[in-house]
């Protein structure tokens, strides 16, 4: 009896097998019930996510626009963006340890409440609560950001096989949705900002806000505004900042209500061998990977979208919008700018599926 099986083996070819294999990881086309289950639950994960990152940028983007125009005394507000990115880039030496340590969700989780933390400190925004905040909540955006790609990577990763599609063009699609919800984020918070402002300046400056307008721009070269708090009443930015505190709050609620947790590869130890496995190498991994000369030519695209982005998060809204438009226009300057980011975001995902990466990231 071994004897004819071992021979009824030996008999299956290599593509035999593979195949094979490739049925065992495939839902039976008869599971009907099953297969629509993963389905719904792939993209309930993915809009879940996204759904959440709406609400949490559409607070996160409106404050940093602000930044430069709101916190201008001795220069508060560019000092802390500035600090922010800062510490960013060095949270990508233990991005993937904490991304290990606390799994995708809880990571994601932990990015928000650092952005809510962000926005509370923005009631009184002072040297001594603002920096703090700035660099925690950079700190944070590396795993934050590392955990979310990794979350929609591995719900890719598992729907590919279910209904039967490559797995970089899901990944490339998930992708596109995640940040097209997050650019899409630009039209609520940006759009709240600037009528609450707008609005402030009316009641505070006794008129319309056409005349406002000409005023600034009569004294733009001289730069005459220098905070908003000198055109409006702080109730009006309390009541903004609270704005903004509801969306994070929303956003935390979606992201433990819609999105799973996923099981990792390994449960987290205290031992010397798991905290070496789980923190040591992947730091060190990541600083030799600083010296791939592939990744040294890449990191050039990143150096020019940092660029565009200070640029237009803080030198023109701040001297070309607040100062010659008003402060209660940055809103709806940059919500432009959001949009467009947004429609892009949408296309470049879809487009993947028929030309090579570098056209993708050409344009």
Avoid at 266 to 281: N, Q, T
């Amino acid at each position: 009896m071994d004897t004819e099986e071992t021979i009824e083996l030996g008999e299956e070819g290599p593509e035999q097998a593979a195949r094979r294999q490739d049925d065992d990881h495939v839902p039976a086309r008869g599971c009907l019930p099953c297969r629509n289950r993963d389905v719904r639950r792939a993209y309930r994960n993915v809009y879940g996510l996204s759904l959440s990152l709406f609400f949490l940028f559409s607070a996160f983007q409106s404050v940093q626009n602000l930044q430069s125009s709101v916190n201008s005394r001795g220069g508060l507000g560019v000092i802390s963006l500035s600090l922010l990115y800062a510490a960013f880039v060095l949270s990508g030496i233990v991005t993937t340890s904490i991304v290990r340590v606390l799994g995708t969700k809880y990571a994601i989780m932990g990015g928000m409440a650092c952005h809510l933390f962000y926005i509370v400190c923005n009631y009184h925004a002072t040297w001594y609560s603002l920096i703090p905040a700035s660099f925690l909540i950079g700190f944070a955006s590396g795993p934050f950001w590392a955990a979310t790609s990794a979350h929609i990577t591995q719900v890719a990763v598992k729907l590919a096989p279910i209904v039967r599609e490559r797995q970089d063009f899901l990944i490339s699609q998930f992708t596109g949705v995640i940040f097209l919800f997050s650019q899409v984020s630009h039209l609520p918070g940006n759009l709240a900002s600037s009528l609450i402002l707008l609005h402030a300046s009316d009641s505070t400056n006794g008129s319309s806000s056409s005349s406002v307008i000409a005023a600034t721009m009569d004294e733009c070269r001289n730069s005459t505004i220098s905070s908003s708090y000198g055109q409006i009443k702080d109730t009006y930015w309390y009541i903004l900042v609270s704005v903004f505190v509801l969306f994070d709050v929303i956003a935390i609620f979606i992201l433990a209500l819609l999105v799973d947790r996923l099981p990792s590869s390994e449960p987290f130890c205290s031992s010397r061998a798991k905290c070496r496995r789980f923190i040591f190498e992947p730091s060190v991994s990541t600083i030799k990977m600083f010296l791939e000369w592939r990744l040294i030519f890449l990191g050039f695209m990143f150096v020019c979208s940092g660029l565009v982005q200070s640029f237009a998060y803080g030198v023109f809204a701040k001297e070309y919008v607040t100062n010659c438009l008003g402060v209660s226009q940055v809103g709806f300057v940059l919500l432009v700018l959001g949009l467009s980011n947004a429609l892009t975001s949408g296309v470049v995902g879809k487009i993947v599926k028929f030309c090579w990466n570098s056209v993708s990231y050409g344009v």
